[in-house]
């Protein structure tokens, strides 16, 4: 059975940093693009993040570029997301999703980020 | 950037009744659009992959249509369990989510 559970999320203040971690069973990790995908509190969803198989291909949404960095340790099976100068605006429950072609075909739970002094 | 937007924002339905979801993109997307099933507190599904590919283990009342700028989610026949929040996602030209369309019951 795929599973991906997230952890690392919590309340941090604005301008500090926070990293999520995404550990996946059930398949061949190395094998899968993965992707962050952030949901603000009822709100809809947002693409955060992308990163291929190997690591070779990354890309981020405007919104986080240069603040957000995604990677990835295949002998871990886990999915990261280091975020630095946070903002308010970046509160949301993240979600880690399996890349198929071109399709999140598996999400985890999410993980809640509250930004706020 | 491509935005998506999709219509209604709300739409109330009855049990039965066949329900149809729109999904406009900014530019042509060629059909690189799949849609997402949001249930109430729980992580997002995907239903529908390259317009009008359904995926494995979802309902057969469940299809997608469209091309260009104009896609669609219909419901055949309208169920209790189909109550959700529908995204819809272009990957044609960065990647974008719409801003979902809520399905009540009426």
């Known amino acids: 059975e795929v599973q991906l559970v997230e952890s690392g999320g919590g309340l941090v203040q604005p301008g500090r940093s926070l990293k999520l971690s995404c550990v996946a069973s059930?398949?061949?990790?190395?094998?899968?693009?993965m992707n962050w995908i952030r949901q603000a509190p009822g709100k809809g969803l947002e693409w955060v993040a992308y990163i291929s198989s190997g690591s070779s291909y990354i890309y981020y949404a405007e919104t986080v570029k240069g603040r957000f960095t995604i990677s990835r340790d295949n002998a871990k099976n886990t999915l990261y997301l280091q975020m630095t100068s946070l903002r308010s605006e970046d509160t949301a429950l993240y979600y880690c999703?399996?890349?198929?072609?071109?399709?999140?075909?598996?999400w985890g739970q999410g993980v809640m980020v509250t930004v706020s002094s | 950037d491509i935005q998506m937007t999709q219509s209604p924002p709300v739409l109330s339905a009855s049990v039965g009744d066949r329900v149809t979801l729109s999904c406009k993109a900014s530019q042509n997307i060629n059909k690189n659009l799949d849609w997402y099933q949001q249930k109430h507190g729980e992580a997002p599904k995907l239903l529908i992959y390259?317009?009008?590919n359904l995926q494995t283990g979802i309902p057969s009342r469940f299809s997608g249509s469209g091309s260009g700028t104009d896609y669609t989610l219909t419901i055949s026949s309208l169920q209790p369990e189909d109550v959700a929040t529908y995204y819809c996602y272009q990957y044609n030209s960065g990647r974008t989510f719409g801003g979902g369309t809520k399905l009540e019951l009426k």
């Open positions: 059930g398949f061949t990790f190395s094998n899968y693009g």
């Open positions: 999703a399996r890349q198929r072609a071109h399709y999140f075909d598996y």
């Open positions: 390259y317009t009008n």
